[in-house]
């Protein structure tokens, strides 16, 4: 069974940033494709990013695009989210996920394993 914790999280004024990190336990981090979602308050939650299991193919929604960098240390078993030029939009808790296979998707029903989330608010 994996672990996944997130840090990182905070309020921050627009045009800010943040960087998200998302530590595996009980199983090196490289086992999995990881991929970071959101929910702003009172929607649904989001796909935003995610990363294949070697780190070498990224996907981004198109509302981050440009703003928003997945990547990944395997040696460390840790994801991280950079996030720049934040958006009061970009208010929301962020969940980090771990899927069982190679390749990075954005539907979440596809991943097996959750954080508990980290809240990021932007104020403007």
């Known amino acids: 069974q994996v672990q996944l914790v997130e840090s990182g999280g905070g309020l921050v004024q627009t045009g800010g940033s943040l960087r998200l990190s998302c530590t595996t336990s009980?199983?090196?981090?490289?086992?999995?494709?990881m991929g970071w979602f959101r929910q702003p308050p009172g929607k649904e939650r989001e796909f935003v990013a995610a990363?294949?299991?070697?780190?070498?193919?990224?996907i981004y929604a198109d509302s981050v695009k440009g703003r928003f960098t997945i990547s990944r240390d395997n040696a460390q078993n840790t994801v991280y989210l950079q996030m720049d030029r934040l958006e009061p939009e970009d208010t929301a808790v962020y969940y980090c996920?771990?899927?069982?296979?190679?390749?990075?998707?954005?539907?979440?029903?596809?991943?097996?394993?959750w954080g508990q989330g980290t809240q990021v608010t932007v104020s403007s």
């Open positions: 009980g199983r090196t981090a490289s086992s999995y494709a």
């Open positions: 990363i294949t299991r070697g780190g070498t193919n990224t």
């Open positions: 996920a771990g899927r069982t296979g190679v390749f990075a998707m954005t539907i979440d029903r596809m991943y097996d394993y």
